[in-house]
C-alpha cells in the first residue's frame, strides 16, 4: 500500500469540497506530493528490511534461550538440546539455504562445544558427538530450506497465472462493454452509472467485495445482449410493435449466453444479465420470475437500470428530475421493484452515493478494476476513490 501523510490526506479531503473548477489543481498537487513521498520513502524495502532484523533478533534469542535452557537441565546430556532445531527450521522458512547453514552451525557450536555433557561435573562431550549433531542440523535444516524455496517459487508462479487469468477476464468483460457502448450510442454513460449505482446500492443491502465486484460487472454489461437486437429496432424513434418489442426481449437471454460462453466463471454476472428486466411481482421477462426467485443482482440492476433510464435525456424526452425518478422507483416497491432493494436504494440516494447523467462530480472518471479472488473462480472489486468518498462522507 502507497504510504499518505497527513497533508496530502487532507489535500484530498479539500479537493472534495471544491466544484470541477478547483478539483483538478488539487489533484494535481496530490499526485506530486505522492509522487515525491514515493521516491524519498520506499516502504516496502523498508518494511522488508525490518521483518528480516526481527527475524534475525528471533534466531539470536532463540539459540540463547537454547543455550540457557540445556545449561540449566544438567547439559546435553538431558532431552532439551533438541530444542536448538527451532531455529534452525525458523531459518530455514524465513531465509533459505545459505542463512540456514550459518543458523545451523552456531545452533552445532552452542549445544556442542560450548556445552558440557554434565554441567555440574564439567565432563566434556565427546567431539564426534556434536560434530553428528551438526551434520544433522545443517542437512535437515538446509532440506527444508530448498523445499520450502521451491514451494515458494511454485506459489509466486500460480500467483502470476491467477494475476495474468484475472487480467485476461477483465479485458474481455471490459471489451464486451465497449461493444455494448459503442452500439448505442444515444445512451453514453448509461451502463457505467448503472453498475456503479448497483454498487451503491449493493454495499447498502450488506454485500461484500467480491459480490460488489461481480454486481459492477452484471451492471456494466446488462444490455450486452442488445449488440444482438437490429439496429432500426434498437434505434427507431417510435413505439415498437409487438414483434420488434419480442426482438428486444431476448437481449436478456443472449446476453446471459454471450458470458457463459466465455466462461462458466461469469454465471453469477450472467445470472444479472439475464434478470434484470424480471419484476417482483412476476410481470416482466423473459421468465416471469417472482419476489426471491429473481437473482439478486437482476433485482438490483432492475431499479438501478430504471433510474437511470429516467434521470438520462434521450433524443425523444428530457430527463427525469432526480426526485421524480426517486418517486418512480419508491411507488414500484412491491410491484416493480424487490422493497428491500429500493429502501436500500433510498438510503444510498440520502447518502448522496447514487449518481446520475446531470451529476457534475467527476465519478466517471476512475476506473474500476478487476482481481481474481483466491479462490481463482471470482471477479472483485477494487473499490475506487469515488466510491470510497461517497460512502466515506456518509458512514
Ligand atoms: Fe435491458
Ligand atoms: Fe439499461
Not at 33 to 55: F, G, H, P, V, W
Not at 344 to 356: K, N
Request: aromatic residues 8%; charged residues 25%.
Amino acid at each position: 500500500m502507497r504510504p499518505e501523510c497527513g497533508t496530502i490526506r487532507a489535500w484530498g479531503i479539500l479537493r472534495t469540497e471544491r466544484e470541477n473548477g478547483g478539483y483538478a489543481v488539487f489533484d494535481r498537487l496530490q499526485n506530486r506530493a505522492q509522487a515525491l513521498l514515493d521516491r524519498t520513502i520506499d516502504r516496502t524495502a523498508l518494511e522488508r528490511r525490518l521483518s528480516m532484523a526481527l527475524a534475525l533478533g528471533v534466531i539470536v534469542l532463540a539459540l540463547l534461550g537454547v543455550w540457557w535452557w540445556v545449561a540449566s537441565t544438567g547439559g546435553t546430556r538431558g532431552p532439551y538440546l533438541h530444542a536448538a532445531y527451532l531455529p534452525v527450521l525458523f531459518a530455514a522458512v524465513a531465509f533459505g539455504l545459505p542463512t540456514t547453514i550459518l543458523v545451523a552451525l552456531a545452533a552445532t557450536i552452542v549445544v556442542g562445544p560450548l556445552m558440557p555433557l554434565d554441567v555440574e561435573t564439567g565432563e566434556p562431550q565427546a567431539r564426534r558427538a556434536w560434530l553428528y549433531r551438526g551434520a544433522f542440523f545443517v542437512g535437515i535444516g538446509g532440506f527444508v530450506a530448498v523445499a520450502t524455496s521451491l514451494l515458494r517459487a511454485r506459489a509466486e508462479r500460480s500467483a502470476e497465472l491467477r494475476h495474468g487469468l484475472a487480467d485476461t477476464y477483465s479485458r474481455n468483460l471490459k471489451m464486451f462493454a465497449g461493444l455494448v457502448e459503442s452500439r448505442d450510442e444515444q445512451t453514453h454513460g448509461h451502463c457505467d452509472r448503472v453498475a456503479r449505482n448497483g454498487v451503491a446500492i449493493g454495499r447498502r443491502l450488506g454485500l461484500d467485495g467480491q459480490s460488489l465486484g461481480r454486481l459492477y460487472w452484471a451492471g456494466l454489461l446488462h444490455d450486452l445482449g442488445k449488440i444482438g437486437v437490429p439496429e432500426a429496432i434498437l434505434h427507431k424513434p417510435g413505439p415498437l410493435t409487438d414483434e420488434e418489442f419480442a426482438e428486444v426481449k431476448k437481449h436478456c437471454e443472449l446476453g446471459r449466453t454471450i458470458l457463459l460462453n466465455v466462461s462458466d466463471h461469469f454465471a453469477p454476472i450472467a445470472d444479472g444479465v439475464h434478470a434484470h428486466h424480471e419484476r417482483w411481482d412476476g410481470k416482466g421477462y423473459p421468465r416471469g420470475l417472482s419476489g426471491d426467485a429473481i437473482p439478486l443482482f437482476g433485482r438490483i440492476v432492475a431499479a438501478a437500470d430504471v433510474f437511470e433510464a429516467l434521470t438520462s435525456r434521450r433524443p425523444y424526452r428530457d430527463p427525469l428530475a432526480t426526485a421524480d425518478a426517486r418517486r418512480v422507483i419508491e411507488e414500484g416497491r412491491g410491484t416493480h421493484f424487490d422493497p428491500a432493494v429500493v429502501d436500500a436504494f433510498l438510503v444510498a440516494v440520502e447518502h448522496g452515493e447514487i449518481g446520475f447523467e446531470a451529476d457534475t462530480s467527476p465519478f466517471v472518471e476512475t476506473p474500476i478494476e478487476s482481481i481474481l479472488q483466491p479462490d481463482g473462480i471470482g471477479m472483485d472489486l477494487l473499490v475506487d476513490p469515488w466510491l470510497a468518498r461517497r460512502s466515506g462522507a456518509s458512514d
